[in-house]
């Protein structure tokens, strides 16, 4: 189904309304975080419903055929595994990052979000960065443009770009390796599963735990992150090991993913080879 949406019609759809919904945010005098969490619903999550829902209903396709139609599944401990394996790279290639720049740079609001006075602002922000986010991102980048990638290129052309897509647009560059890393892992695990559940489910369990880290125990995380250019050469062989370890483990799930979905498609190509009888001489009978 995916293979035969349009990459364009939804890129088109998305640039109208972020041009809509900056002209209309202009009107009102809103802090700049709340613009841009604003802009940034409107503009992926309301697109991505729009778009997905109009095919989905044009072509009759429940959403649960869509989400879940393998059979393949994969244990909520792994995924807890996988996401907690995630966030240690995460965390420490974005320490890594400092450490090379010797220097603390400006820390992005969107990675350290401070307790806010307002409790709507902090409940669209747990919405949004626990459900809606990972829901569209995964139909998006691991749903459309995947398949359609595949579809024109291969299985690792298609991987490779979408994931570099996905890291792409989270703007964070200081994570963009980790992101990207991350956006392989989905496009694996949804080529094995062949279904949407369970990379969403890894995307929502990843970005709860971030925020738990940053909004509801911010001092743990700013203790991480450093709180200043004196603080980047504390620990650094602690760091570093899990840096190194937590890299070897996201190979490891690569390789192991990779080498399955090729196992499963070698199990099928060998199933729909006809089926070769030993050769049977003919029997001459006597006249």
């Known amino acids: 189904m995916f293979k035969e949406m349009k990459i364009r019609v939804f890129v088109g759809l998305m640039i109208v309304f972020a041009v809509v919904a900056e002209w209309i945010l ?22 991505a419903l729009l778009f997905f829902g109009y095919y989905f209903y044009k072509q009759k396709t429940p959403l649960h055929t869509v989400v879940s139609e393998g059979r ?8 807890l595994g996988i996401a907690l394996i995630f966030n240690v790279f995460s965390l420490t290639s974005y320490w890594f ?12 609001p969107f990675v350290i979000l401070h307790p806010t006075g307002s409790p709507f602002l902090l409940i669209f922000m747990m919405i949004t960065s626990t459900l809606t986010a990972p829901i569209s991102e995964e139909f998006v980048f691991r749903g ?15 991987i490779l770009i979408s994931s570099l897509a996905f890291a792409s647009v989270h703007m964070q560059w200081e994570k963009l390796f980790a992101t990207f890393l991350f956006g392989v892992i989905a496009s694996l695990i949804y080529l094995k599963t ?17 925020f738990i880290q940053t909004s509801i125990f ?20 602690l760091k570093s090991t899990l ?33 070769e009888f030993p050769f049977q ?7």
């Open 144 to 158: 459309l443009l995947l398949n359609r990638l595949i579809k024109k290129t291969n299985m690792w052309l298609g």
């Open 243 to 275: 840096l190194v370890i937590s890299f070897l483990l996201m190979i490891f799930i690569i390789v192991y993913l990779a080498r399955s979905i090729y196992s499963d498609r070698r199990k099928v190509a060998e199933k729909s080879q006809p089926e």
């Open 72 to 79: 393949e599944k994969i244990s909520v401990l792994s995924i």
């Open 218 to 237: 911010p001092a743990w995380t700013e203790s991480l992150f450093l709180a200043s250019s004196d603080d980047i050469h504390v620990n650094v062989v």
């Open 26 to 47: 202009t009107m009102y005098d809103l802090p700049e975080i709340h613009k841009r969490l604003i802009s940034d619903f409107v503009t992926f999550e309301t697109v």
């Open 194 to 210: 062949k279904s949407l559940f369970v990379p969403i489910l890894l995307h929502i369990v990843h970005n709860a735990i971030v």
């Open 97 to 108: 990052y400092l450490y090379i720049q010797y220097s603390l740079v400006t820390l992005n």
């Open 281 to 287: 001489p003919e029997t001459i009978s006597s006249q």
